[in-house]
Structures are given as structure tokens and as C-alpha cells.
């Protein structure tokens, strides 16, 4: 039984991780991170390169054990009985190796009997999630004629041979190239829309929007924040604009400028062009342009930098690091 003082997890949530924690002998992977997945959520687990993001996955797949808290899947705690907390699970963790003189037929058909599949289950579920993968007209092939890209993509059919309801994705993009990476996005946003719960460590931000409908955002071992990707972009509060003007300002009109209400910060690019740190939404930024235009300033243009859940990202990074 948990201890007492430890919630237990919620019935039925394909992931629940409570106080979990990762020490290397001095050096504190994961703190305390407390993180629950619903079923059916696509959850981006975001942060920069030595967040605790591997650490975490590696806890929940159990290739390593936590010092301290518990993970449990589907309610089954993994370290107590990771047999049948992992039956559920599908998991693709760092870059994937294979036997390059087999074919993806054969790479599968010997999973599907470590997983002590059906042979007539194996041979259906091989040619379905090689199609599901695009990797159809290469089911035959020598996996050592394949690209980075195309391993990757028979990884993640591996992941689901077995038709499983969770999962789980280290940075699925990771030294890919500008197509493979888009393959992979293509690729998980259509199984995300087949309702199965998606657990995705990533350290690029546009990957995590385009393909989660949830963002975790981990730093130094901490969780900073967990939300959905659209709340989380409608409510950061703070966005960069830059604003083109067709002469630059002068020093009065700048000063006049910066007392405008929701500029933070001006920072001067050159030509007429200054990149504008404002507080607040949509109506805020009307506001300063109103505002920039009764001033007499002739704006050519006013565009935002990135997105709000970016500066978000970029706000909460720096004051982690600060601390």
C-alpha cells in the first residue's frame, strides 16, 4: 500500500506521477513533480535540454528506479508491478537501433512474440501500423537502407504493435531533419486524432503546439506549469510586437512612446524598426497602436514575434534560471 500522506492515484488516469523524484549522488535530476495525464490528452512534456524530461520518461517505462514519490499508470504503480502497468503502454525513448539486416516485417513479427501476440494478430497488426507509418512499400525492405527519419517512424509502429491505449515519445524529432521532422509531427497528430493518450517529451516549443493539446513546462528538474496549449497561449499576458515606422522616432517621440500603458520594454533594431515588450491581449495591443497613431508616429507595420505561449515559455525559462 502507498504511504498514507501520498494521495492515491486516480482511478483509471494513464498517468499519474506524485512527489517524483531523481538524485545522481549529489546532483538533483527531478525534484518533487507532482503530474497527472487524462485519457485521450496529448500532453507535451516541454523544457529545455537537461530539464529532467528523459528522466521522468525513463521512471514511468521503468529503465530506471525514482529515489523518492511514485509513478503509476492506469492506476498501477510501476515500480510494484511493472508488468502490468506497462501491457498498456507503447514507448519509443531516445533514438531507436534495430538489426539493420531485417525487414520491418521481421523487426515486428519478433516484438509481436516478446509481447506473446497471436501469430495471426502479429501479421495483421504488422501490415496496419506499417501503413499507419507509411512505411507499407518498405515492409520487404533491408532496414539498413532506411533514413533516420524512416527508423523513427518504424519505431513508433513498433511502439504500436500492440494496440496500446498510452503513448510515450522522447523527443520523437530529435536529429531529424526539417522533413522527417514534419513527417513525425504528421504523423502523431494523426494518432492523436485515433483518441489514444500521448505523453510527448519535446524541448521545441512550435513541435509541442502544432501536435499537444496540453503542455507541461519542466526546468531544473521542476514542473513551472501545466495547462492546455490554448489557454496557456490566450492568458501569458505578455507578447512581442514589432512595429516598422516610416521615419524612426525622435527622442521626444520615443519618450512618449514608452509612456504609452502595456509597453514594457523598447528595444531598437535599426531603420525605423523597434521590437516592443507589451503586457496584456488583443485589447491591449489595439490600444497601444490607437495610441502610437494619435501620438503622429506613422506605423508601416505592427506584427507580434513568435507566439504568446512562446514568450510564456521564454518568461518562465529565465525565471527558473535566475533562481
Not at 523524484?21 to 549529489?26: A, L, T
Request: proline share 6%; with cysteine.
Amino acid at each position: 500500500m502507498p504511504p498514507a500522506n501520498r494521495p492515491p492515484s486516480p482511478n483509471g488516469a494513464p498517468v499519474h506521477l506524485a512527489a517524483l523524484g531523481k538524485d545522481y549522488g549529489r546532483f538533483t535530476a527531478l525534484k518533487a513533480l507532482d503530474l497527472t495525464v487524462q485519457e485521450g490528452t496529448s500532453l507535451g512534456f516541454l523544457g529545455p535540454n537537461g530539464a529532467g524530461k528523459s528522466t521522468t520518461i525513463k521512471i514511468m517505462t521503468r529503465l530506471i528506479r525514482p529515489s523518492r514519490g511514485q509513478a503509476t499508470l492506469f492506476g498501477l504503480d510501476v515500480q510494484r508491478e511493472p508488468t502490468r502497468a506497462l501491457t498498456r503502454v507503447g514507448a519509443v525513448i531516445e533514438t531507436p537501433e534495430f538489426y539493420g539486416y531485417l525487414t520491418p516485417l521481421e523487426t515486428l513479427a519478433y516484438v509481436g512474440r516478446l509481447r506473446r501476440m497471436a501469430r495471426k494478430d502479429i501479421t495483421a497488426r504488422s501490415e496496419a501500423v506499417l501503413k499507419e507509418v507509411r512505411l507499407g512499400e518498405w515492409a520487404g525492405h533491408r532496414i539498413q537502407e532506411f533514413s533516420k527519419g524512416m527508423k523513427q517512424r518504424l519505431a513508433i509502429a513498433q511502439a504500436l504493435l500492440h494496440e496500446p491505449d498510452l503513448l510515450v515519445l522522447d523527443e520523437p524529432t530529435s536529429g531529424l531533419d526539417p522533413r522527417g521532422m514534419a513527417e513525425i509531427r504528421d504523423l502523431i497528430k494523426s494518432i492523436k486524432g485515433k483518441g489514444r493518450t500521448i505523453f510527448m517529451s519535446s524541448h521545441l516549443l512550435g513541435e509541442v503546439q502544432e501536435a499537444c493539446d496540453e503542455v507541461a513546462l519542466l526546468n531544473h528538474g521542476e514542473l513551472l506549469l501545466q495547462g492546455s496549449v490554448r489557454d496557456l497561449s490566450r492568458g501569458s499576458g505578455r507578447s512581442t510586437f514589432q512595429a516598422t515606422f516610416l521615419r524612426p522616432p525622435t527622442e521626444t517621440e520615443l519618450a512618449a512612446l514608452s509612456g504609452i500603458a502595456g509597453i514594457d520594454e523598447i528595444t531598437p533594431q535599426g531603420d525605423g524598426v523597434f521590437d516592443l515588450k507589451i503586457s496584456g491581449g488583443e485589447e491591449a495591443q489595439a490600444a497601444i497602436l490607437e495610441a502610437m497613431v494619435r501620438q503622429g508616429l506613422r506605423v508601416t507595420s505592427f506584427r507580434p514575434l513568435g507566439s504568446p505561449l512562446e514568450q510564456l515559455y521564454l518568461d518562465r525559462i529565465k525565471e527558473s534560471d535566475r533562481i
